[in-house]
């Protein structure tokens, strides 16, 4: 399927609060795309885990496992659930800190776009989510949080096709 997206290596990352959609746009842009997607390993972390209970050694445990894994995808385009911000995000919120590992990773990641998902869809329980009242204030985090690092970024709103077409064209 001609996407019109150029083929050149692109990396992109896809932010936003619990329940923003954005592992639905992931798998959006692949199926349009054929791109790599780099899963949140959190997800597969907490899951192994009994409880929600977490520290700083955990999120830098996760936040390792993720670089690695965001480095490491090869290919013409390939799109990260998730990323440092989120991770220093959940941080600050959740434990009152960021270690300064997470910081470190945060500055050394590099993407060529950033997509922000609006908290626009319909809350979905899940036994890992947290936050399902906080989601806009924690959209302004993240908006303010990649103003502060300098890092130009995509709001995505509107419905699952309205976003797929937005980081289409940004692509193109």
């Known amino acids: 399927m001609e996407t019109g997206v150029q083929e050149q290596s692109l990396r992109i990352a896809i932010l936003g609060p619990e329940c923003s959609g954005k592992t639905t746009l992931c798998a959006d842009i692949k199926k349009a795309t054929d791109c790599f ?7 597969e972390y907490m899951s192994q885990r009994k409880g929600r209970v977490y ?42 800190g960021i270690p300064p590992r997470i910081l470190e990773l945060e500055r050394e990641q590099a993407f060529d776009y950033y997509f922000l998902c609006r908290p626009e869809m319909p809350w979905e ?27 130009a ?16 064209e940004v692509l193109k």
Do not use: S
């Not at 955990?58 to 659930?81: E, S, W």
């Open 55 to 96: 520290d700083h050694k955990d999120l830098i445990r996760m936040a390792h496992v993720q670089a690695k894994r965001n480095k490491a995808a090869t290919g013409a385009l390939h799109v990260c659930d998730t990323e440092m911000t989120t991770l220093a995000i959940w941080a600050q919120k959740k434990l009152g």
């Open 37 to 43: 997607v780099v899963d949140e390993f959190a997800r």
């Open 125 to 151: 329980p899940d036994p890992l989510r947290e936050n399902e009242k906080g989601r806009d204030e924690l959209f302004e985090n993240y908006a303010e949080r990649l103003g502060h690092l300098n890092r």
């Open 153 to 168: 970024f995509v709001v995505l709103e509107g419905a699952p096709e309205e976003r797929l077409q937005k980081v289409l």
